[in-house]
């Protein structure tokens, strides 16, 4: 599966905006999909998840309460809606598929990454 991501963009702290990831080339529904994010200088971190049938979602402690992940199998899209954004929530967000786990090990594709920047 190919994975490409879109939504980043210039918000102001308190906003919201909303990422998608649409997969192509392979059998979406039978993959658990995740979002990940790099701030500059730092490690790639896990951000949140939701399994192949979407009745499961997984999130960071620091984004729960604020993102929502979904999809749509049938448009074979992942969401990932961010309200109430912080500076901090500042990266770039990647999108990526797991035909087991969303664990960074286990990742079978990435996508190529979009840029969130959260002004104060």
């Known amino acids: 599966v190919q994975l490409q991501a879109s939504g980043g963009g210039l918000v102001q702290a308190g906003g919201s905006l909303r990422l998608s990831c649409a997969a192509s080339?392979?059998?979406?529904?039978?993959?658990?999909m995740g979002w990940f994010r790099q701030a500059p200088g730092k490690e790639r971190e896990f951000v949140s998840s939701?399994?192949?049938?979407?009745?499961?979602?997984y999130y960071a402690d620091s984004v729960k309460g604020r993102f929502t992940i979904s999809r749509d199998n049938a448009a074979n899209t992942v969401y990932l809606q961010m309200n109430s954004l912080k500076p901090e929530d500042t990266a770039v967000y990647y999108c990526a598929a797991s035909r087991i786990i969303v664990m960074e090990s286990l990742i079978d594709t990435w996508g190529q990454g979009t840029q969130l920047t959260v002004s104060s």
């Open positions: 080339g392979g059998t979406f529904s039978s993959y658990a």
């Open positions: 939701i399994t192949w049938s979407g009745g499961t979602t």
